[in-house]
């Protein structure tokens, strides 16, 4: 039986800060930005959005009539949680007017999770092959203004379904997986931006990278020429193309060109967004199946799922018939596209006005565009609108 990927999409704020100005504002040269990182753009998330409006807005795009009728399961990866008790799948379910009889959960470790709502989606689909499951993967990324992990912030939202027989993705039984207790990225209860050992983590992400990956031929008897494309996840896009080059250091120069050109194609997207944390592995496979024009159904996908703290998993999955019919507009391109550009100063000012924590606060959501808006906080409880724009 086939599971996985039916249909995918992503959502994230309607502005952005360009990292050369960012770069020039912190005295540094704007080619640490967009070479050595490998950022162009950031996308700037201001204080009426939060995961759960993110979620919304990405997940109304996947879910149709028939999705609807058959939902069994919402599995919400993030570690943006907006409460340490209630799962952030909970609101989803009035917002987006869902039938109640369904099972969910929200999922923590780091940036992995996403990969972990995947695989849990595709047991909970083996076992009820009739249902579809949600998986969200939403996050807002932040370390602080004018601190090093700045230029690798971002935020938003990826929504997947999974059932069988998908259309774009079907997910092997292939993985490889490692987990150890690593300290290289945390964010302690009370605090709004993670600590992180910057140089260390990307040294752990590269580990894990070969670990997976050694671990992964080893069970699998495959080799890099078995993939058409190889993804990864993508804090900042640099650090994908470290891990790209640490796997083809040895391989076959039209393997390693091949598999380098995909890799273009797939960071296209994470350089104009931002970390997203749980979804940025998610938006990079969307970046390759909206701007690789060399893929083919039957085609091998190899991802590299990492979070910190820390776990790492390599899978793959097999493009099905009629994957591209879903990306042939470009919708997540033409929506980026879209957004509106922010000064640093207006992007200080949003940064700073995110809201963790108070009892009581009103925010004007009149200048956000989205159909989903956080509107402030009464009596502790969080309050969200759906809006019909
Ligand atoms: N032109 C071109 N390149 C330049 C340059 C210039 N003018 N100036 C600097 N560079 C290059 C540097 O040589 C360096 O490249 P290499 O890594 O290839 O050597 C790169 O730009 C970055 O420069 P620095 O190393 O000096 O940058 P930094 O110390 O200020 O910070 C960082 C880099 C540690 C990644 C920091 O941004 C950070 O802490 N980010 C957050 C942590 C993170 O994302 N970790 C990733 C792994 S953890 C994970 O994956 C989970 C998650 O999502 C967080």
Redesign the pocket.
Known sequence: MKIGIDRIAFATSNQFVDMAELAHARHE?P??YL???GQKKMAVIPPTQDIVTLAASAAKKVLGPEERDHLGMIMFATESAVDNSKSAAAPLIRLLDLDPHVRVAELKQ??YTGTAGLQLAKGQIALHPEQVVLVIAADIAR?GLDT??E??QGGGAVAMTVRVNPRILALEDDAAVVTKDIM??WRPFGCDAAF?D??Y??EV?LDFLADTFAHYQKMNGRTLDDFAALLF?L??T??GL?GLRQLIADADPKVGARLAQQFEAAREYGSQVG?L?TG?LYLSLISLLENSTTLRAGDRIGLYS???GAEGEFYSGILQPGFAAQFTTKPTGQALASRKQVSVPEYEKLYDAAVHGPAECVLNADDDPADFVFTGVHNHIRQYEHREN
């Open positions: 040269d080619n640490k070479i050595g990182i780091a940036c370390y090093p992990g230029p690798t290289d990225f992180v910057g140089k983590s990307t992400y996840h804090p900042f640099k650090l470290k970390n944390y940025s990492y979070g910190s």
